[in-house]
């Protein structure tokens, strides 16, 4: 089974930074694409920043500037780095890949499936 792992939360001052990292561990074929996502309290979930498959990486505009989403491919690794953050970042932070296993490989009409971190707490303080 693939797991996805993050790293890096934590407690931070507005202005500092934080990166967050999201390994990906497994019978792992392929990853087309990577996300990072985030949830305040009472709010859904939203798109920070992604790399798609094909495209432009992309960001959410109140992260434009701020954030750098990056990814290693020969470490099935993902990254956020955060920078000059805001209180109105504080957030559980979730990776998202899309991937396909070596399991599902002609299996699978389509073996590309989305999968999930368990989630990071990002506290910024005023």
């Known amino acids: 089974q693939v797991q996805l792992v993050e790293s890096g939360g934590g407690l931070v001052q507005a202005g500092g930074s934080l990166r967050l990292s999201c390994v990906a561990s497994g019978s792992i074929f392929a990853i087309a694409a990577v996300a990072w996502y985030r949830q305040a309290p009472g709010k859904q979930r939203e798109l920070v920043a992604a790399i798609p498959a094909r495209g432009d990486t992309n960001y959410a505009d109140s992260v434009k500037g701020r954030f750098t989403i990056s990814r290693d491919n020969a470490q099935n690794t993902v990254y956020l780095q955060m920078n000059n953050l805001k209180p109105e970042d504080t957030a559980v932070y979730y990776c998202?890949?899309?991937?396909?296993?070596?399991?599902?490989?002609?299996?699978?009409?389509?073996?590309?499936?989305?999968?999930w971190g368990q989630g990071t707490q990002v506290t910024v303080s005023s």
């Open positions: 998202n890949m899309h991937l396909a296993t070596n399991e599902d490989m002609g299996v699978r009409t389509d073996p590309f499936q989305d999968y």
